[in-house]
Nanobody, 120 residues
Framework: QVQLQESGPGLVKPSQTLSLTCTISGGSITTNSYYWSWIRQPPGKGLEWIGYIAFSGNTYYSPSLKSRTSISRDTSKNQFTLQLSSVTPEDTAVYYC????????????WGQGTLVTVSS
């Protein structure tokens, strides 16, 4: 059973780059047909899908965040990383990594989430 754990700073200053890592256990980031996603939930709001990196290494991002988002992977460490540049307080959210299908509704394994606050 795949288990996911997010890690990274809990506080980021405005205009800086938010960087989070998801460590995978119980599975491989190169498993065929698996997609590895980042999702966030701002305070008091619903879930927002950010993007994914596929088993093949291909990436796809939400159009609204595409210009500021990069998702990469380290197959030797079985990890994938989110970088979100030029952050503002509106990027404050609980950030989750998840795996499964390519759609939010198809994610069947989730990390516990980590709160990232953007503030000076």
């Amino acid at each position: 059973q795949v288990q996911l754990q997010e890690s990274g700073p809990g506080l980021v200053k405005p205009s800086q780059t938010l960087s989070l890592t998801c460590t995978i256990s119980g599975g491989s980031i190169t498993t065929n047909s698996y997609y590895w996603s980042w999702i966030r939930q701002p305070p008091g709001k619903g879930l927002e899908w950010i993007g994914y990196i596929a088993f093949s290494g291909n990436t796809y991002y939400s159009p609204s965040l595409k210009s500021r988002t990069s998702i990469s992977r380290d197959t030797s460490k079985n990890q994938f990383t989110l970088q979100l540049s030029s952050v503002t307080p509106e990027d404050t959210a609980v950030y989750y990594c998840a795996s499964g299908g390519s759609l939010l509704s198809a994610c069947n394994a989730w990390g516990q989430g980590t709160l990232v606050t953007v503030s000076s």
